[in-house]
Each structure stands twice: as structure tokens, then as C-alpha cells.
């Protein structure tokens, strides 16, 4: 059995499909790119898809990820290519590895965050930043299907700061933009939760709401505050593998599709 790593986006519109929506979607997709899945055991099967952190509804992501289980090796940029081009555009198939190291879970510990403020002027948000980054703690409230719950939205974010590149807009508008690292920790702090934490912290309140996007994930590395690629280690792994007579490595001999016809 072989397992293929994809990393995949929600752009545009797209945004606002939901993570059910989106299952459907990338399994009709599976059928169309006609892609020996494994499936599961039991009165109903299931195609083997491991899903991991996926973004909120109606959240941008540059970085989502996921893991499938194929009966027979394939090609992973192939396979890519063909699961792409099954999918909407905005639901896109930007990369694919062979999962060569276990864990992809446990690498997802941290994610950058980008929020769009429209009517929000620069500075006023980094005065919230400022503000936010200060606070000890930052205690926000979140309705839940058992009630109002009251946690602390600061300690999970790692690093908050203006981004002073011009956003897309009218120049006549002002417009800030957040960058944000935040840890996976329990209860998970979304970008919504920071947003009431500058609420909280220096009445920051956008007129419209934000446009947040995910820009990446993957492990947090807190000597240089960076998230690292979840997908390099399996990268790594591939480039590694022994090199068989023809020079080719074990890895792409084993993906390549097996030929049709006659023996």
C-alpha cells in the first residue's frame, strides 16, 4: 500500500466551503482521476483519506493538508496533476509527496495567519498589537453547542505584527493587514478569537469583517519563530532512497504506473 501527502488551498469564494462540502468534492474527484484507493473495512467501506487541521469555514488557506492510501503505486506529480484538474478551481492540488516518515499530525503544531482589515487604519492596528502582545493574558468568549465558554486567546499566539505591504483595494480606503503565528494548542484559539482579543484589549473593531487567510502550517520552531514545511521530511526520505542499477531511485521506480498489455 502506498501513501501519498497533498497539500491543497481554499481561494476565492471557495473559502466559504465547509470542510463536509469539501470531502464530497475531493472523493468525487478521487473517482473521476480514477485513483486505486484503499478503502476501509466494514458494512461501508470508505476510501482511506486522513484529513489534518482542516481551516474553518469561511477562512482562506494556502495550506491544507491531507493523506490518501492507494492500492497500486502511482506517480505523486502525476497523481497531483490529475486530482487538480478534477477539482473547482480555488480547490487546488498544489503539492504531493510520498509519505516516507510517520506522523504528519504531530508536525502540524503552529499556523501563520494573514487578516485583512477593511476601514482599519495601519496604525490603529498596531496600536492593537502592541496592545495585545502586552496583555499577560487575553480572555475572550466563544459560544459552543454546551454554552459560553471563556478561555485565554493570548497565549497561544506567538508573534502578531502589522504587515506593511499595500493590500488590494481602493487606495482612498484604509486597510490593514495582521500577520499572525498561532500554536494548536486545547482549547484551539482561531483567528476570530484574536480578533475579540484586540476587540478586548484596544477596541479594535473592523466595520466589515476580516478576510483571514491560512499561509501556512507545519512545526512551530520557537528558537527562530518560524512554521516549517510539514511535507520536508518526507521530501528528504524520497531524495534519500537508495538508487537502484539504472540510477533511478528505489522511490520513483516504485511510483511510476505499472505498464498495460500483454507480458
Keep these: 500500500m502506498q501513501r501519498i501527502r497533498l497539500r491543497y488551498t481554499k481561494r476565492g469564494r471557495l473559502r466559504f466551503t465547509s470542510h463536509r462540502d469539501f470531502q464530497r468534492a475531493f472523493e468525487r474527484a478521487l473517482r473521476r482521476a480514477e485513483v486505486p484507493m484503499a478503502y ?64 504528519l499530525a504531530d508536525r502540524l503544531t503552529a499556523s501563520v495567519w494573514e487578516l485583512r482589515l477593511d476601514g482599519v487604519a495601519p496604525e490603529d492596528a498596531e496600536r492593537a498589537a502592541g496592545a495585545f502582545r502586552s496583555a499577560e493574558t487575553v480572555e475572550v468568549q466563544r459560544m459552543t453547542k454546551n454554552g459560553v465558554r471563556t478561555f485565554d486567546a493570548r497565549a497561544a499566539v506567538a508573534h502578531l505584527q502589522t504587515h506593511h505591504d499595500r493590500a488590494d483595494g481602493p487606495i482612498d480606503q484604509p486597510c490593514a493587514i495582521l500577520r499572525l503565528v498561532v500554536r494548536h494548542v486545547t482549547p484551539a484559539v482561531r483567528p476570530d478569537d484574536v480578533l475579540s482579543g484586540l476587540r478586548a484589549v484596544a477596541d479594535l473593531a473592523p466595520p466589515v469583517p476580516a478576510a483571514v487567510t491560512r499561509l501556512a502550517q507545519g512545526l512551530f520552531d520557537e528558537e527562530t519563530g518560524t512554521v516549517t514545511d510539514p511535507l520536508a521530511p518526507d521530501r528528504e526520505a524520497v531524495a534519500a532512497a537508495p538508487a537502484d542499477r539504472s540510477g533511478a531511485s528505489v522511490t520513483a521506480a516504485a511510483t511510476a504506473p505499472v505498464p498495460e498489455g500483454p507480458a
Design 40 to 103: 476501509s473495512a466494514g458494512f461501508t467501506p470508505h476510501p482511506k483519506v486522513s484529513y489534518a487541521n482542516a481551516a474553518p469555514t469561511g477562512t482562506g488557506s494556502e495550506a491544507e493538508y491531507l493523506e490518501i492510501a492507494l492500492t497500486e503505486a502511482r506517480d505523486p506529480g502525476r497523481l497531483r496533476e490529475l486530482l487538480d484538474e478534477s477539482l473547482p478551481d480555488g480547490l487546488d492540488i498544489v503539492d504531493a509527496v510520498e509519505a516516507r516518515t510517520p506522523g
